[in-house]
């Protein structure tokens, strides 16, 4: 956040020491150098209004009306898709009973609430706020919100999007649906497993071929490696009895392999 | 409940077809036909509440809540630069409609969407009184209204009658074996 009076060459310094910052130290960069969190700390005077544990509210120095509150979060936070659910929810709360206080105690006959997020939306500050703005006929304020046709096939396209990213924000149904279809699937996946018949030998070629890929010295284990793979495969298909004799062929093949692992394991000791 | 002659709620109950984008059993977000900016959402409550001092507190919350998943959606989803939460309430404030909704903004660079003002100036005297008036009806804040459960648990005294030894049938029904 670069101050006034600071020349071209501090705010480049300063750029390049933000670049470099983790997210934690980000943060509390951010922190020390937010106006509000000094406000919310008490190191910077305000016109507080009302406070909890959680928020506190003070009149804008720039206000719109008299009377033109923000409400803040103690904590730091930039922007509102970054506050906790509770936090959120407790904050527009405060803000409806602020927005009764200010309908009563100043006598407005309306209010706005206004959040905005980014700066293209207007945020100034880098700390999360609502403003809170009293209103009486005839202010001389107004919020232009202008409006555009906008054609149905773009309507939809945008319905579409937004409406399927809202519901990937809300996991409580799918956190139900999905883990059993997984959990099929894995047991679909063991059960093929247990078909191949090679208990004993079948945990450690896995592993120890893929330290065979490693070592390119060893060419005949790996040769012999992917003929051990393929195999199992075709007796899962058909289970007839003529298949389990090709079975019964292939285990002392891994056996050899086995040994042949082993030397490997005592080569790869050695080393 | 609903109102008639209300057209948010005529929306709401599905008389008047809108483009929703999210819907439970408190609310429902749709765009607007006619919104600022591509993807310019409401969030509006599914009871008739002309303005937000009449939404229970914790209905504000679950509507700010909403906005708030809208309003990362639109980030997410759509290429802008930002977003306004925005809520009218009450005619002075700009409100045309008397169904309380809070609108979600996409904002671009340069758009004609005008939430700016011209700060006015008070003396320090005018802000103090403004201070103290505001502290002192704000005293009151920290309840919040809490969703009542739909179902009230009904209390039904049950009175049970022991009866001792062979009679009771629910100790006879522990020593029923097969053969008995």
Redesign the interface.
């Known amino acids: 956040m670069p101050e006034e009076g600071m020349d071209q060459e501090d705010v480049a310094a300063l750029q390049e020491k933000i670049k470099n910052m983790s997210p934690e130290e980000l943060k509390e960069f951010q922190k020390k150098q937010c106006i509000f969190c000094h406000i919310v700390s008490g190191r910077v005077q305000a016109k507080k209004v009302f406070e909890d544990d959680k928020v506190m509210a003070i009149l804008d120095i720039n206000p719109a009306n008299p009377g033109h509150i923000l409400l803040l979060p103690k904590e730091h936070y930039s922007i509102m898709p970054q506050l906790p659910e509770d936090v959120l929810t407790h904050i527009f709360m405060v803000a409806k009973s602020l927005s009764n206080t200010a309908l009563r105690a100043l006598e407005a006959t309306g209010t706005n609430i206004i959040v905005a997020n980014g700066a293209a939306a207007g945020q100034k500050a880098q700390h999360f706020m609502v403003h809170i703005i009293p209103r009486k006929e005839n202010d001389n304020l107004s919020f232009d919100i202008p409006q555009q046709k906008i054609s149905d096939k773009e309507l939809d396209i945008i319905r579409e999007k937004l409406s399927k990213n809202i519901e990937a924000k809300a996991p409580e149904k799918k956190r139900e649906e999905i883990p059993p279809v997984l959990k099929r699937l894995h047991e679909e996946h063991e059960k093929k497993i247990v078909d191949g018949e090679f208990k004993e030998i079948q945990p450690a070629p896995a592993m120890k071929h893929i330290q065979l890929g490693h070592d390119n010295a060893q060419k005949p284990l790996t040769g012999k490696a992917p003929e051990a793979f393929k195999k199992p495969l075709p007796p899962k298909k058909v289970s007839s009895d003529n298949k389990k004799k090709p079975k019964n062929k292939e285990l002392p093949k891994k056996q050899s392999d086995s040994a042949n692992l082993d030397d490997i394991a005592r080569i790869l000791g050695a080393k | 409940m609903s109102q008639e002659s209300c057209i948010i709620c005529q929306i709401v109950g599905g008389k008047i077809p809108s ?4 819907e439970d059993e408190d609310c429902v ?1 749709i ?9 310019h ?1 409401f969030v509006i409550p599914k009871e008739h509440h002309p303005i ?2 009449r ?1 229970p ?2 209905l ?6 909403v906005a ?11 290429a ?16 045309k409609v008397a169904h309380f909704m809070i ?1 979600v ?1 996409p ?3 340069k ?7 011209t ?2 100036q ?1 003396s320090e005297e ?3 009184t ?2 103290l ?6 005293k009151d ?2 309840y ?1 209204e809490k969703k009542e459960p739909k179902k009230a648990p009904q209390k039904t005294v049950q009175t049970e009658e022991v009866v001792e030894g062979e009679e009771n049938y629910l100790l006879k029904q522990l020593h029923r074996r097969p053969g008995y």
């Open positions: 483009k929703k984008i999210y977000a765009l607007d036909v006619n919104g600022a900016n591509p993807g959402s937000m001092e939404v507190d914790f504000v919350g679950k509507l700010f809540s708030n998943k809208v309003s990362s959606a639109i980030f997410e989803s759509l802008i630069h930002g977003t306004n939460i925005f809520v009218a309430n009450g005619i002075s404030a700009g409100q609108h903004i904002r671009i660079e758009d004609r969407v005008n939430l700016q003002w700060p006015k008070l005018e802000m103090s403004v201070e008036k505001l502290k002192d009806s704000s804040i920290g919040f």
